[in-house]
């Protein structure tokens, strides 16, 4: 069982985060809620309205995209990553499904004050959008990749 002193310090190692005075880190692990998910339980599915952003304590989660019934899985992110962030910092519905491979504990950061923290210390902003763009870029390799061995 983990503490707050634990959870600032899961906080502390998410580069995201990593800037942050400890006292705001502290305040970020108590004012977000501490979930776990057996496998295959879903945080999130895709087109929901993005209302929390998630961080992963522990364990693994597969990043699922779904078409005409279809479920592919298009990434998994591990221990401390950022999930959600997307939905709630652009304000745009979830742009996928997020499903727990095994036992999965994450911090859940509502909207709101995700929205604050950023407000707050506009440097986390620029982190995000960052992280955003190397997530894309992967996914376009990814998918030119894919493309070019489905023509072979």
Do not use: W
Request: one cysteine or more; hydrophobic letters at 45%; aromatic letters at 6%.
């Amino acid at each position: 069982m983990s503490t707050l002193r634990d959870e600032v310090e899961v906080l502390r190692k998410i580069p995201l985060f990593a800037a942050m005075d400890p006292a705001k880190l502290k305040l970020l692990a108590y004012a977000s809620d501490k979930v776990e998910f057996e496998h295959g339980q879903v945080l999130f599915r895709q087109g929901d309205a993005g209302d929390s952003a998630f961080i992963v304590l522990s364990g693994v989660a597969d990043i699922i995209s779904e078409s005409g019934g279809t479920e592919v899985v298009v990434a998994q992110l591990r221990d401390h990553a950022l999930l959600g962030e997307m939905s709630v910092f652009c304000d745009i519905p979830r742009s996928a499904t997020v499903r727990a491979n095994g036992r999965l504990t994450a911090l859940k950061i509502g909207k709101g004050y995700f929205l604050e923290l950023i407000k707050e210390f506009p440097e986390l902003a620029s982190r995000i959008i960052r992280e955003l763009a190397f997530r894309l870029a992967k996914t376009t390799a990814d998918l030119a990749a894919a493309e070019r061995a489905a023509r072979h």
